[in-house]
C-alpha cells in the first residue's frame, strides 16, 4: 500500500488513476452546474431582497467546486505531486 502511495506522490501511475481522478474532476463541475442553477434561481428569479446566508453558501459552494473540479480534471493525478521548495525558503526543512 505504501508503495502505491509513493508512487502517486512521484506522479507516476496507472492511467485508471488519471481517469478516475479526472472524472471525479467532471463529476465535481457538474455539481457545480447544478449549485449555479440553484443559486441563479434562489437570487434571480425570486423579487428583490437583501441576500440571505444561504445565498452566500450557495455562491461559496460553486466557487469550491469550480476551482476543484477544474484543478481536478485538468491535472489529474499530478495534482498530489511533490513540488520542490527551494533552500532558501522559510519552508524548507533540512
Known amino acids: 500500500m505504501a508503495e502505491n502511495v509513493e508512487r502517486a ?12 481522478l479526472r472524472g471525479f474532476g467532471m463529476l465535481l463541475l457538474y455539481a ?4 449555479a442553477a440553484l443559486s441563479r434561481h434562489l437570487i434571480v428569479l425570486h423579487r428583490p431582497h437583501q441576500a440571505t446566508l444561504g445565498e452566500f453558501a450557495a455562491c461559496l459552494a460553486v466557487i469550491l467546486l ?3 473540479g477544474l484543478a481536478m480534471t485538468a491535472l489529474g493525478s499530478r495534482l498530489f505531486g511533490q513540488v520542490p521548495v527551494p533552500p532558501h525558503s522559510d519552508w524548507y526543512w533540512r
Open 9 to 20: 506522490r512521484r506522479g507516476e501511475g496507472w492511467w485508471t488513476r488519471e481517469v478516475a
Open 32 to 35: 457545480c452546474y447544478r449549485s
Open 66 to 68: 469550480l476551482a476543484s
